[in-house]
Nanobody
């Protein structure tokens, strides 16, 4: 059974930092692209950051220079370091895994974790 479990969310003041973690089980991380998504209240879920199996990373413009995605394949962990947080970063954050090796296959979502940034 595949599970993605997020942790590290919470309440932080604007300008502060949080580090989200995603613990994956039941999959081999090295064969999956990993993403962080977020859903702001009243809006559709949006992609925030991507970590490919080749090591490249990508971000939406609004978090570039502030967020960093990383992974530890040996530990089956994915992280999102969030610095200089802004109130508009308040959202439920989700970990997402997409199998890409040997072929594109199944995808999986975590249950989500709340991040709240106060003024």
């Amino acid at each position: 059974q595949v599970q993605l479990v997020e942790s590290g969310g919470g309440l932080v003041q604007a300008g502060g930092s949080l580090r989200l973690s995603c613990a994956a089980s039941g999959i081999t991380l090295s064969t999956h692209e990993m993403y962080w998504y977020r859903q702001i209240a009243g809006r559709e879920r949006e992609w925030v950051a991507q970590s490919s199996i080749s090591g490249t990373t990508n971000y939406i413009d609004s978090v570039k220079g502030r967020f960093t995605i990383s992974r530890d394949n040996a530990k089956n962990m994915v992280y999102l370091q969030m610095d200089d947080l802004k109130p508009e970063d308040t959202a439920v954050y989700y970990c997402y895994a997409l199998q890409v090796e040997p072929t594109i296959g199944r995808s999986y979502w975590g249950q989500g974790i709340q991040v709240t940034v106060s003024l």
